[in-house]
């Protein structure tokens, strides 16, 4: 009863956090961060990636068609990266390393390397875990800037919004997502 409380009390918590966003801010989405943080580590080796343009909405431009896009916002954003989409990823990141320092979930010895599911159907070897994981998040990334955001953006905020393409996004995610864990894990 205890982890399906902690669960409960962790949704609950995330929409909350879903609908200040909305109403206070703005939609939350992380993905396009990426693309933002990879803006930034290009700027640092080439001084032609974003320049200043008077013309452009977010007064930056780029050479490069993404980060040019929507009157250089992204441009914009790789020149001034502290706003509230990147801190918030990186609060993300540091709001689970809090967690996990103030007893947040410990897994098991074992788990840490895989979950037990994965180490029925796959074996021990973290080697095979970590680069299928890896090539399973660049694969995610990509398909979340080819549909124009990721599914905290398309289904989380999508959905709160009353988006119907929200809506379409979480059917098409798990319509995709359960056949493929079937398929993966060979569970009926």
């Not at 009863?1 to 703005?26: I, S």
């Not at 801190?87 to 007893?103: H, K, P, T, Y």
């Not at 080819?146 to 379409?168: D, E, I, K, R, V």
Request: net charge positive.
């Amino acid at each position: 009863m205890n982890g399906q409380l902690n669960w409960f009390k962790g949704g609950l918590l995330l929409g909350a956090a879903f609908l200040l966003a909305v109403a206070f801010v703005k939609p939350i989405g992380v993905s396009t961060q990426f693309v933002i943080a990879d803006g930034i580590v290009w700027n640092l080796f080439s001084d032609t990636v974003i320049q200043k343009d008077s013309e452009n909405k977010s007064g930056y431009s780029s050479p490069n068609a993404y980060l040019n896009k929507s009157g250089g916002k992204y441009a914009g954003s790789v020149a001034n990266p502290i706003n509230y989409s990147f801190v918030f990823v990186i609060a993300m990141v540091l709001g689970a390393l809090l967690s996990s320092r103030l007893g947040g979930p410990r897994p098991t010895v074992p788990d840490r390397t895989a979950p037990e599911v994965w180490r029925k159907r796959f074996g021990d070897n973290p080697t095979l875990r970590y680069v299928t994981v890896f090539f399973a998040g660049v694969l995610v990334l990509f398909g979340a800037r080819l549909a124009g955001g990721c599914t905290s953006g398309h289904m989380m905020s999508g959905m709160m919004q009353t988006s119907l393409s929200g809506y379409l996004f979480a059917a098409g995610a798990f319509a995709a997502a359960v056949p493929a864990a079937v398929l993966v894990y060979k569970r009926n």
